[in-house]
Nanobody, 124 residues
Framework: QVQLVESGGGLVQAGGSLRLSCAAS????????MGWFRQAPGKEREFVAA????????TYIDSVKGRFTISRDNAKNTLYLQMNGLKPEDTASYYC?????????????????WGRGTQVTVSS
């Protein structure tokens, strides 16, 4: 079992920044591929970014490239998402997810464990 707890969400003006964190427990963190997903009201959950277990490989959805950075600290068992240049369309609940295969997977079905989410609201 893997437990994931997100934090760091909040209300921010357009152009502002937030850093999301995801604390993991229950399994050796460096063996887990990790991803961030988001879901806005009335929309399907969508992939945002992912990182492999060692932290060398990252991937992003096009709409956040150059604005968001995914990273991890395996010593602290924590995943991060630095979000800069936030836009109102980034408003959503953000979820972290873990893949026991260690891959930076894009598809939600690749992830076996999910956190409960943290809300990000960007005002215009």
């Amino acid at each position: 079992q893997v437990q994931l707890v997100e934090s760091g969400g909040g209300l921010v003006q357009a152009g502002g920044s937030l850093r999301l964190s995801c604390a993991a427990s229950g399994r050796t963190f460096s063996t887990l591929g990790m991803g961030w997903f988001r879901q806005a009201p009335g929309k399907e959950r969508e992939f945002v970014a992912a990182i492999n277990g060692g932290g060398e490989i990252t991937t992003y959805i096009d709409s956040v490239k150059g604005r968001f950075t995914i990273s991890r600290d395996n010593a602290k068992n924590t995943l991060y998402l630095q979000m800069n240049g936030l836009k109102p369309e980034d408003t959503a609940s953000y979820y972290c997810a873990a893949d026991i295969q260690g891959r930076p997977a894009l598809g939600s079905r690749s992830y076996e464990y999910w956190g409960r989410g943290t809300q990000v609201t960007v005002s215009s």
